[in-house]
Structures are given as C-alpha cells and as structure tokens.
C-alpha cells in the first residue's frame, strides 16, 4: 500500500533521514521505533506531506505524492506528535472543518456522530478545545486523523500524556481500527507496539536497523537461549556447579529467589542445544527439588537497546 | 479555499483581533473626519483619504501577523499542509479573510462620506476614485504582511516586519521629491506606493495604477506561496 523508496532529509549538511526505503502492506500494523532524534517524525512528516523529502519517492496505491497531492492525502489520516487543534474552536467546529478540507463525501453530521462515538468524545463535543483535558485534546486528534475514513492511518505516539485508563482504551480503539485499517505507529511505549503492531521498523540516526516482525527479530538477535530456574535454598554453589557441567550451558548465575526460602538460576545456553530436560535429570538424580523452570524471552526492550547500541557504536 | 476562508473569519470574531481592528480603524478615521470634515466644514475627502491609507499601514499588521505565524507555532499548519488543498487554497482564503475584515471597517466609512453629501456637496468622482484606490492598496499591503507572516513563526516579529516594510515604502515615497539622478528617480516612482494612491485621491481613474497595485499583490502572493512550500 505505501511505498517509501530512498527517502533522504538533509538539514544543512545533517541527514534527519538517511536513504530509507520499506513498504507496508494493505491491512498491516507497523510499528516505528527508534531512540529520540533517530528521525521517525520527520519520515513521519514525510511520508504525510507535511514536509517534502530532499530526495526519494514516496507513494500510496502508486499514486506519488509529488505527482498527485491531493489523491495521495485523501488516504492518509495523520495524529502528529502534538495534536494539530484549533483551540478557540469547538470539538465539533473542530470536526466540521476538518471534513471540509478533507472534501469528504459523506454528510458531514454523520461522520463526526460516528466518529466522536468511536472516540468516546460525547461528552465534550460542544466544549471549546482549549478548554479540554490533555486525554481528550489527543483524543481530538486521534478523531480527526480518522474523519474520512482513510485507508492509511500515520499516528506518532498516540499515547503520550494519556492516564493508564485512556492508554487502554485508545489501545482497544487501535486494534478495533486495524481491522479496516492499515496502521504506521510510532510510539516509546514498546509494549504499546508488541500488542498492537504485526512488524516493526527499527531507525536510529536516520537510517533503517531493522525491519521484521518480533518473532524474527527476537530470533536474529537471539545468540542463545536463556532459562530461569528455581530451587529451594541450599546455602552452597551445587546448584550451580551441576548446572555448569552440563553440555551446552554457557554461564549460570545465582541470586536470592524473589520467593522467600528460594534460590533462582538465570541459565544461558547455546541456541541450537535444549538443556532443560538434562537440568531436570540432574537435579532430580542430585535429590534437588525444582520449583519452576522457564524460558526467558527477549523483549522488544532488549532488541531495541541492543540493536540502537550495536548501531551506534558501528558507526563511531 | 472558502473552508479557508470560513476559518479565518471565525478566528477574527471568535477572539479579539476583528474587533480590536474595526474599532481602533473606526476611532482613527472616525476622529479624522470629525475634525477634518464636520469641524473645519470642508467636503474635501482627499485628506480623510490619505490619512487612512497613512492608518492602514499601521493596522493591517494586526490582522496579518497571526495568518501563518500562529499556525506554524501551534503546529495547526500540519492539518492544512496533510490534507488534501492546495497551498495557493490555503493563501488566498487567508488573504480574501483579511480583505473582508478590512471592506467591512471600510464599508462603515460610507457612512461618512454620505454625511458629507447630506451636509454638502460631494465630489462623487473623488469619492469613487478614493475608495477603488484604498481597496487596492490595502490589498498590496496585506498581500506584503501575509507574505511576512509565512516567513516567520513569531506573530509579533511578523508584525514588526510587515510595519518596517511599510514605513520603508513610505520613506521611500518621501525621499523621491529629494532625487535628482533619473536612474534613481525610476526605481524609487516604481517603488513609492503611497504616491500612487494621489492619482486616485485627485479622482484620476490611471488603469496602470491599477494594474500595479494588482501586480503587487500578485508578486506577495506568489511569495507566500513559494515561502510556504520552500519550507515544506
């Protein structure tokens, strides 16, 4: 659906966005992360015309921005960083007019009824927008990327500044959306991007690092398998000793259990060999009573500061 | 454009700037007249005329300055440059908006002017050549101040420098009488906008003024435009 070929932004001699190129396919939620500064609003503004690339191509259904302007943007719905509000209007006005320059077809009434009830903004749609909360502004925003309907919604931390009450709700309403919508979202909140996002782009310092789903993201930095193990407390290294004598583990650490009384193990081991089962040989045959025995898995956390760093030092 | 338009419109009545406008304009002109016109007796327009045009320069960076400034700094220039309008759209609502704002304090002056006819005798040339003149003039004038205002994100910067360009104009005006060079002499008539507005006040229709006045605000416009997407 979008196509974004060798996009550059140069501000002077500083590159914001560096040679980037990624699709997103029709119906797909695609998260955009990356460290501040690593240029994820300006591709944003890019990619919604709010600002024009120094070079490279963007384009939608293969209608390009620069060719057809107005066609392009009539399938894009953009919640800036800050929500672009007219304050002295009110939510409804604010509405009215953002379907008058969106030149939609349907009677307008209608649009802002259903949109304002997908938004749980009844109760403020004749208040002056200056007058709102933070949550409701963003809300606000988040309505008017959605007037029109378009297929290609553009949102950049939707979530900032919302109570953990609203983050839910405006989460539900994004997963709700990405049933007839496609989604770009940018946001810190990396679980934000785990439950809504089926892929993720990864930017730092204007260029793509990576670009995958989770699974394989996890799977490409996943240079071994990590276990968590629990015992009661014994007082001396057995555990541990045992635990490195078997073929495959690479490092065992120790510390006290979050449960009192016991003793937890965060076990490293090789990716291609499966230790668990000889730890519970082991440790059975060695009459050492297991409590829990677990995978670790990495998080988008561990991907994101481990791929932002190994970035940052490749290119120091 | 008309959605632009619209905007613009409730923006100036909604808060304080249409009304500080039309009323400081009004005290001005409406204190002008009284004592150039009722006191002093005189059906002589042309003074009340060129002390407004002296006004506007004044004035109309009030109504300007906001036109870009303010949307650049409330970031509200992302949902007018994201959706799907044309820029000159977005540049001649906003500058047909200040127009209006500036036709209905003019339109109040009318009731001047029909004081004059009913206590006198009007020179109803004067009076039409004064009004076509003024309307033009201002246009070029608000033309320069929405032109300032798309180069910078600070209302009251934008209406410094709208003021400057204008007094520079009208400096411009006054050093003409002092230049003998012929070379100098052309470039500062071609340059001096306020002497043009005579023609008018003399009650002398001159299509060329006319047309320069037009082409001021033409050449402004385009330089919004081209201001606004540069910076895209």
Same mark, same amino acid.
């Given at each position: 659906?979008? !196509?974004?070929?060798?996009?550059?932004?140069?501000?002077?001699?500083?590159?914001?966005?560096?040679?980037?190129?990624?699709?997103?396919?029709?119906?797909?939620?695609?998260?955009? /992360?990356?460290?501040?500064?690593?240029?994820?609003?300006?591709?944003?503004? +890019?990619?919604?015309?709010?600002?024009?690339?120094?070079?490279?191509?963007?384009?939608?259904?293969?209608?390009?921005? =620069?060719?057809?302007?107005?066609?392009?943007?009539?399938?894009?719905?953009?919640?800036?960083?800050?929500?672009? #509000?007219?304050?002295?209007?009110? /939510?409804?006005?604010?509405?009215?007019?953002?379907?008058?320059? !969106?030149?939609?077809?349907?009677?307008?009434?209608?649009?802002?009824?259903?949109? +304002?009830?997908?938004?749980?903004?009844?109760?403020?749609?004749?208040?002056?927008?200056?007058?709102?909360?933070?949550?409701?502004?963003?809300?606000?925003?988040?309505?008017?990327?959605?007037?029109?309907?378009?297929?290609?919604?553009?949102?950049?931390?939707?979530?900032?500044? /919302?109570?953990?009450?609203?983050?839910?709700?405006?989460?539900? #309403?994004?997963?709700?959306?990405?049933?007839?919508?496609?989604?770009?979202?940018?946001?810190?909140?990396?679980?934000?991007?785990?439950?809504?996002? =089926?892929?993720?782009?990864?930017?730092?310092?204007? !260029?793509?690092?990576?670009?995958?789903?989770?699974?394989?993201?996890?799977?490409?930095?996943? =240079?071994?398998?990590? +276990?968590?193990?629990?015992?009661?407390?014994?007082? =001396?290294?057995?555990?541990?000793?045992?635990?490195?004598?078997?073929?495959?583990?690479?490092?065992?650490?120790?510390?006290?259990?979050?449960?009192?009384?016991?003793?937890?193990?965060? +076990?490293?081991?090789?990716?291609?060999?499966?230790?668990?089962?000889?730890?519970?040989?082991?440790?059975?045959?060695?009459?050492?009573?297991?409590?829990?025995?677990?995978?670790?898995?990495?998080?988008?956390?561990?991907?994101?500061?481990? #791929?932002?760093?190994?970035?940052?030092?490749?290119?120091? | 454009?008309?959605?632009?338009?619209?905007?613009?419109?409730?923006?100036?009545?909604?808060?304080?700037?249409?009304?500080?406008? @039309?009323?400081?304009?009004?005290?001005?002109?409406?204190?002008?007249?009284?004592?150039?016109?009722?006191?002093?007796?005189?059906?002589?327009?042309?003074?009340?005329?060129?002390?407004?045009?002296?006004?506007?320069?004044?004035?109309?960076?009030?109504? *300007?300055?906001?036109?870009?400034?303010?949307?650049?700094? $409330?970031? *509200?220039?992302?949902?007018?440059? *994201?959706?799907?309008?044309?820029?000159?759209?977005?540049?001649?609502?906003?500058?047909?908006?200040?127009?209006?704002?500036?036709?209905? %304090?003019?339109?109040?002056?009318?009731?001047?002017?029909?004081?004059?006819?009913?206590?006198?005798?009007?020179?109803?040339? *004067?009076?039409? %050549?004064?009004?076509?003149?003024?309307?033009?003039?201002?246009?070029?004038?608000?033309?320069? %101040?929405?032109?300032? $205002?798309?180069?910078?994100?600070?209302?009251?910067?934008?209406?410094?420098?709208?003021?400057?360009?204008? @007094?520079?104009?009208?400096?411009?005006?006054?050093?003409?009488?002092?230049?003998?060079?012929?070379?100098?002499?052309?470039?500062?008539?071609?340059?001096?906008?306020?002497?043009?507005?005579?023609?008018? $006040?003399?009650?002398?229709?001159?299509?060329?003024? @006319? @047309?320069?006045?037009?082409?001021?605000?033409?050449?402004?416009?385009?330089?919004?435009?081209?201001?606004?997407?540069?910076?895209?």
């Amino acid at each position: 659906m979008l !196509k974004v070929e060798h996009i550059t932004k140069k501000y002077g001699n500083k590159k914001a966005v560096d040679d980037i190129s990624f699709t997103l396919e029709k119906g797909s939620a695609v998260g955009f /992360l990356g460290p501040n500064g690593a240029g994820k609003s300006t591709t944003m503004n +890019i990619i919604t015309g709010y600002i024009a690339a120094t070079e490279g191509k963007v384009s939608i259904d293969d209608i390009s921005i =620069d060719d057809d302007p107005i066609s392009y943007k009539k399938k894009i719905g953009y919640l800036p960083e800050i929500p672009p #509000l007219y304050l002295d209007m009110t /939510l409804e006005d604010y509405l009215r007019f953002i379907c008058a320059i !969106k030149k939609i077809d349907r009677n307008y009434r209608e649009e802002i009824d259903g949109i +304002i009830e997908m938004v749980r903004l009844e109760k403020v749609r004749g208040r002056l927008l200056k007058n709102l909360s933070k949550g409701y502004r963003q809300r606000a925003g988040f309505a008017q990327a959605l007037v029109g309907r378009p297929p290609l919604l553009i949102l950049d931390e939707p979530t900032i500044g /919302l109570d953990p009450s609203q983050i839910v709700e405006i989460r539900s #309403l994004l997963n709700e959306l990405k049933e007839d919508h496609t989604i770009f979202l940018s946001s810190h909140i990396l679980s934000e991007v785990t439950e809504i996002c =089926d892929r993720v782009i990864l930017l730092n310092e204007g !260029k793509i690092i990576a670009n995958d789903t989770q699974e394989a993201l996890t799977k490409k930095q996943g =240079d071994g398998n990590t +276990i968590r193990l629990c015992t009661a407390w014994r007082g =001396d290294e057995m555990v541990k000793s045992l635990i490195l004598d078997i073929p495959g583990v690479q490092s065992c650490n120790m510390t006290k259990g979050v449960e009192q009384g016991m003793m937890d193990y965060i +076990i490293e081991s090789t990716e291609d060999q499966e230790v668990r089962n000889v730890i519970c040989s082991v440790l059975i045959a060695n009459s050492i009573s297991i409590y829990e025995l677990s995978t670790v898995k990495k998080s988008l956390e561990d991907i994101f500061i481990r #791929l932002t760093n190994s970035s940052g030092e490749g290119t120091k | 454009m008309k959605t632009i338009f619209k905007k613009e419109m409730n923006h100036y009545f909604k808060n304080m700037a249409g009304y500080i406008f @039309l009323a400081i304009f009004l005290v001005i002109t409406g204190y002008y007249f009284t004592v150039n016109n009722l006191l002093a007796q005189s059906n002589d327009v042309k003074e009340y005329f060129n002390t407004m045009i002296f006004t506007l320069m004044f004035l109309i960076p009030i109504l *300007t300055m906001r036109l870009f400034a303010e949307e650049r700094k $409330s970031k *509200t220039d992302q949902v007018l440059f *994201t959706s799907p309008i044309k820029i000159l759209d977005i540049v001649l609502g906003k500058y047909i908006a200040v127009c209006v704002v500036f036709l209905m %304090g003019l339109a109040v002056t009318f009731a001047y002017v029909i004081t004059i006819g009913v206590l006198g005798e009007l020179e109803l040339f *004067t009076v039409i %050549g004064c009004y076509v003149g003024i309307i033009f003039a201002a246009g070029s004038f608000i033309a320069m %101040g929405l032109f300032v $205002s798309s180069i910078t994100e600070n209302q009251i910067v934008a209406a410094i420098l709208t003021y400057a360009i204008l @007094l520079g104009f009208y400096v411009i005006n006054l050093l003409a009488d002092y230049v003998n060079n012929p070379l100098m002499v052309v470039i500062l008539d071609w340059l001096a906008i306020f002497r043009r507005f005579s023609d008018f $006040s003399m009650g002398i229709f001159n299509p060329s003024t @006319l @047309l320069y006045y037009i082409s001021l605000s033409g050449l402004f416009l385009f330089l919004t435009v081209c201001s606004v997407t540069r910076k895209r």
